[in-house]
Each structure stands twice: as structure tokens, then as C-alpha cells.
């Protein structure tokens, strides 16, 4: 059974930074994509950005480009996410997501971390 864990959540000003961790743990394929995903109180979840392990190809939402960057380091199966110049409408439940592509129905979820964002 896949296992992630997000870390690196938590408070900031407007236009700080932070970096979420996903640890991804029994990964059940060799090449696999990890999508982050955010959840604000009274919203659908969205997609934020996605990398694949296979080639490091990477997909982010407009509203972070130039902001967010997502990397990854396969040896350690661990992703990134790098948020900068944060935003109050930043403020989510941020979740990492596995599953064998980026435009998959990701089967495999970790617990979230909270980002708050204040003005």
C-alpha cells in the first residue's frame, strides 16, 4: 500500500515562503507522478502542480506560475513544493497525490497540511 505524509505546512504573512514535503513511502511502481492539491474552507479541491518521476515533467495552475515550483528527488521518493510570494488565497488544506500519471484519477492520498496565509 502507497503511503504519503506531507510536512511543511503552517502560518505566514503575505509574501513569504514555504516548502511542503510529500514522503511517499511502498511506492507500487517504478514511475509514478505526484500531483499537491488544495482544499479551502467552502471550496472544491483544486490541482496545484504535478511532476513525473519518469522524466520530471512538470504541470502547475496558472494562478502559481512564477510563484510555486515542484521538484522531486527519486532516490529519496520525496517532492516539493517551493511557495513563494504567498498569497491569502493561498490558504488551503494542501494534499500529495500518487498514481502512475498526471492526468490519473489518483488512487493514493496523503493526510494534508494546513497553509494560513495572512494579509
Known amino acids: 500500500q502507497v503511503q504519503l505524509v506531507e510536512s511543511g505546512g503552517g502560518s505566514v504573512e503575505t509574501g513569504a515562503s514555504l516548502t511542503l514535503t510529500c514522503t511517499v513511502s511502498?511506492?507500487?511502481?517504478?514511475?509514478?507522478?505526484i500531483g499537491w492539491f488544495r482544499q479551502a474552507p467552502g471550496k472544491e479541491r483544486e490541482g496545484v502542480s504535478c511532476?513525473?518521476?519518469?522524466?520530471?515533467?512538470?504541470w502547475s495552475t496558472d494562478s502559481v506560475k512564477g510563484r510555486f515550483n515542484i521538484s522531486g528527488d527519486n532516490a529519496k521518493n520525496i517532492v516539493y513544493l517551493q511557495m513563494n510570494n504567498l498569497k491569502p488565497e493561498d490558504t488551503a488544506v494542501y494534499f500529495c497525490a500518487a498514481d502512475v500519471n498526471c492526468v490519473a484519477t489518483f488512487r493514493y492520498w496523503g493526510q494534508g497540511t494546513q497553509v494560513t496565509v495572512s494579509s
Open positions: 511532476i513525473t518521476t519518469s522524466d520530471g515533467m512538470k
Open positions: 511502498r511506492p507500487t511502481f517504478t514511475n509514478y507522478a
